[in-house]
């Protein structure tokens, strides 16, 4: 499976997006707004658990590396996973290196992957959960039509800090 923009390329996870995902997982200013940084371990074994094969029936996570399609330069990545088989609802999730932000790519990919899970896969609503002081990703979801659904308190614990998350929605009703 291949999802093509004008400017990237979507693909399951592969040995060429090991490097930039340990990278970005162990990274504290990565992971500032997400969960505490991982350890090289814990990193390797999320990249082993997200680049499984998917299937529509799977309870894991479709993860996606995204790609320049010019240079071949790896972007970072981004998935859902169906938290609701019955009802027809994803979460989805995007991490961009930071050399690559504020290019407009992780507005392209949300994008690409908004219209493949409701268009092509079928699901009825996407989520997606970012603290509200992430103020960059609940833009880029405003961006791309998602709409904050609510606040949940203390939803997080990060830096032994708990965390408020805001809740974004996107029905196939939407589009």
């Not at 479709?62 to 979460?91: D, M, P, Q």
């Not at 989805?92 to 992957?113: D, H």
Request: hydrophobic share 40%.
């Amino acid at each position: 499976m291949h999802i093509a923009g004008a400017r990237i390329k979507l693909s399951p996870l592969d040995e060429s997006d090991l490097d930039l995902f340990i990278e970005i997982s162990m990274s504290s200013a990565m992971m500032e707004h997400v969960y505490d940084p991982c350890t090289f371990e814990q990193a390797n074994d999320a990249f082993i658990a997200k680049s499984r094969p998917w299937t529509m029936d799977s309870d894991g996570w479709l993860s996606l590396g995204i790609t320049e399609v010019t240079t071949g330069e790896k972007l970072g990545n981004i998935g859902l996973k169906i938290t609701s088989h019955e009802a027809r609802i994803a979460e989805v999730g995007f991490m961009i290196k930071p050399s690559a932000q504020g290019r407009g790519f992780a507005s392209e990919a949300l994008n690409l992957i908004k219209h493949f899970a409701l268009l092509e896969l079928g699901l009825n609503k996407l989520v997606a959960t970012c603290t509200v002081g992430n103020s960059n990703s609940y833009k880029l979801l405003e961006k791309n039509g998602f709409i904050r659904e609510g606040c949940l308190k203390q939803n997080v614990i990060i830096k032994g800090e708990y965390v408020d998350d805001y809740i974004y929605g996107l029905c196939k009703s939407d589009l």
